[in-house]
């Protein structure tokens, strides 16, 4: 009976012991604290030497930073802050509030001024990022997203999702696969939108193989929506070519085996 019970102690030890090895190997992001995040703003307010009135607009926006937040509510407040202390801040958080309208898109200097605390640059590439992806433009989002990491932004569930989801429309499995494993990590943490879209990305891209009818369907129709964005350039071309040489070779191999056949 005692080495009974002793055998089920241990059993029970070294169960949890990896329960708790297995959270710690999945759980490599997490959503930071509102606080924690106020504070970072609260600081770059400080370093931007602003008066009374911009510090209670701020604190506005910031009603209870010690209730748990989403990353998604995060990032809005983040936006809204910055909008308030900074003007260059303002242009890219007033442009995303909109759909598109124009072909051409504007330069924001912000996003790529090395001198702009991380907090500022990292989280407004991931606002415009977003709105890009949502807008259909997966190139120009991802061009915004690469290089960040969820540590990098206060809502890194969003930056995972629109990684993954800019990877699976170029037809960029592996980085897709990649983005969307860690997304779900912290499934728990996703809204539910996310987490269904990232099972069906899944789902979608792990059959895909190069040079089949399925992969040229979806070049296709890559080709296709980057024409209704008039985005006619030097990546539409190439991928109408490499089109054109799939389909020779699938046919090339069709009547082979016809041959091979026959024969």
Known sequence: MK?????FVTAAVIA???????????????VPLAADVKAKVDDY??????DEATRLKIAAVWPDEAAPASGAEL????????????????????FCQNPRTRVDLPKFEILVDESVPPLVRNNLKLFYGRWLAQNGLMDESLEQLKGLNPADVV?????LFHQALAHHNLLEKEPCLSAVAKLMENE????????????L??????????????????????VGRRLDLARAGKRVRDEEESIVAKLEKLIEEKEKQQQQQQQ
């Open 155 to 159: 809502d890194p569930a969003s930056l």
């Open 16 to 30: 949890a012991s990896a329960a708790g090895q297995e959270i710690e190997r999945r759980a490599t992001w997490s």
């Open 75 to 94: 990032l809005e407040r983040v936006g809204t802050s910055l909008s308030v202390l900074e003007p260059k801040a303002r242009m890219v958080v007033d």
């Open 3 to 7: 080495t009974s019970f002793i055998a």
């Open 188 to 199: 728990e943490l996703l809204p539910r939108r996310y987490s269904q879209l990232a099972r």
């Open 201 to 222: 990305m899944e789902a979608d891209m792990k059959p895909l193989k190069p040079d089949t009818l399925d992969e040229i369907a979806r070049l296709m129709s890559d």
């Open 45 to 50: 307010a400080a370093a931007k030497q602003a």
